[in-house]
């Protein structure tokens, strides 16, 4: 593993931008412990009235101890089943998320899809192109320099004239996708955005992330689709139940991930 995982820093060869150092993570759930209370606002209600006591707290401890380095120039394919903690990881390194225990040391504020600010759904799509860039630090003139190319790779059209609320999940994906590539981030977190698109919309979005790479960066990319890791990154990890399964090249990891789940 520490071969695989030195070949892998070496194939980036830059400075690190993420280290992540024995991290722990545990989800507190109120409620939960007991079959019989299902949590309801009429059971809260019933245990305020009846003085009774609070219910059990749940801990899931969701990241049982993780530890690696990212560098400059890394496409990390982030892998793993369902619940193995993917999502919790990547939220965790936006610091989106505390530790319970260990650390993450990240260069600059790593972009949890580039736009950390929400996007308003009753706003224009156009609209929330200008607010994204200026979230993420553009002057005015920059945001308008870059409006039209954000809308063309979006490839919204006409939808972007209309508001946010009334856009698919796969349009939502596309325009926050669009937005984030619209400039360099150190880190950049892609969490499942591009398994909403198309064919030409996928194809778009590996060659961006490619090209952020060569800009310096690090990007992150959780997805499902082997092949698609394969295709854009040089580096993979495989999440298993809260730990490292494996860290290495993307080929071997996801060659590896698939022999054991197919
Ligand atoms: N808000 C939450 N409260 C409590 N438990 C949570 C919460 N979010 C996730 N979990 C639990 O943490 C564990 C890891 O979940 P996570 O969403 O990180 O997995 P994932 O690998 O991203 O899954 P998927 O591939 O389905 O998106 C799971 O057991 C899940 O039930």
Same mark, same amino acid.
């Given at each position: ?6 070949? !892998? /820093? ?17 989800? @507190?759930? #109120? ?6 209370? *299902?949590?309801?606002? !009429? %059971?809260?209600? *019933? &245990? ?5 006591? @609070? ?6 401890? !969701?990241?049982?101890? #993780? ?7 890394? /496409?990390?394919?982030?892998?793993? &089943? ?6 919790? =990881? ?22 949890? =899809? ?66 984030? !590539? ?12 591009? /398994? ?7 194809? *778009? ?12 960066? %690090?990007?992150? =990319?959780?997805?499902?689709?082997? *092949? ?23 080929? %071997? ?10």
């Amino acid at each position: 593993m520490a071969e695989l995982n030195e070949a !892998a /820093a070496g194939a980036a060869a830059g400075q690190p931008t993420v280290i992540v150092d024995d991290l722990h993570v545990v989800y @507190r759930v #109120i409620g939960a412990a007991n079959g019989k209370d *299902k949590g309801t606002s !009429a %059971t809260a209600l *019933k &245990r305020l009235l009846l003085r009774q006591q @609070r219910p059990s707290v749940k801990e899931v401890h !969701a990241i049982r101890g #993780i530890s690696f380095t990212a560098y400059e120039g890394d /496409a990390i394919g982030v892998v793993g &089943r369902n619940g193995s903690g993917k999502s919790t =990881l990547m939220r965790a390194i936006a610091g989106l998320l505390p530790a319970s225990q260990g650390a993450v040391y990240a260069l600059g504020q790593p972009s949890f =899809l580039g736009v950390n600010a929400a996007l308003m759904s009753g706003l224009s799509g156009e609209r929330n192109v200008e607010l994204g860039c200026l979230a993420m630090g553009m002057s005015r003139e920059e945001a308008r320099e870059r409006h039209d190319d954000i809308v063309e790779f979006s490839g919204l059209e006409e939808s972007i004239k209309m508001p946010m609320r009334t856009y698919s999940t796969g349009m939502g994906a596309r325009l926050r996708f669009a937005i984030a !590539a619209a400039k360099s981030h150190d880190v950049l977190i892609v969490d499942e955005a591009l /398994a909403t698109g198309d064919r030409d919309f996928r194809q *778009k979005s590996e060659q961006r992330i490619q090209e952020l790479r060569k800009e310096a960066g %690090t990007v992150f =990319l959780v997805s499902h689709s082997m *092949k698609q890791i394969a295709r854009t990154c040089n580096r993979a990890i495989w999440v298993d139940e809260g730990v490292i399964r494996m860290d290495g090249d993307a080929e %071997t990891v996801v060659q590896a991930y698939l022999d054991e789940n197919s």
